[in-house]
């Protein structure tokens, strides 16, 4: 079986900075791509960043240029560093991943249990 394991989530005055990260583990092949994705009371959860295998990444429009998505594949873990944080950044994030299993070789997708994420105004 494959877990991923949030961490890094808490309270933060808005403008402050707040690094996220998701430790993968597991019976893993490969990491396909992986991605953060978070959810706000009353709203759909929704894409923030993902990273590609070969490190092509994505942002959602409202956080460009403040979070950037890293991976590293050492370590199976990867982070996000958000910066700028406004209070509409607040939301539980959950960590992503499309793994190829060792026992299967098959894509599984895999989520995290998420990581609260409270930005002051």
């Known amino acids: 079986q494959v877990q991923l394991v949030e961490s890094g989530g808490g309270l933060v005055q808005a403008g402050g900075s707040l690094r996220l990260s998701c430790a993968a583990s597991g019976r893993i092949y490969s990491i396909n791509a992986m991605g953060w994705y978070r959810q706000a009371p009353g709203k759909q959860r929704e894409l923030v960043a993902r990273i590609s295998r070969s490190g092509s990444t994505n942002y959602a429009y409202s956080v460009k240029g403040r979070f950037i998505i890293s991976r590293d594949d050492a370590k199976k873990t990867m982070y996000l560093q958000m910066s700028s944080l406004t209070p509409e950044d607040t939301a539980v994030y959950y960590c992503?991943?499309?793994?190829?299993?060792?026992?299967?070789?098959?894509?599984?997708?895999?989520w995290g249990q998420g990581t609260l994420v409270t930005v002051s105004s």
């Open positions: 992503n991943a499309d793994v190829t299993t060792i026992s299967t070789m098959r894509h599984l997708e895999v």
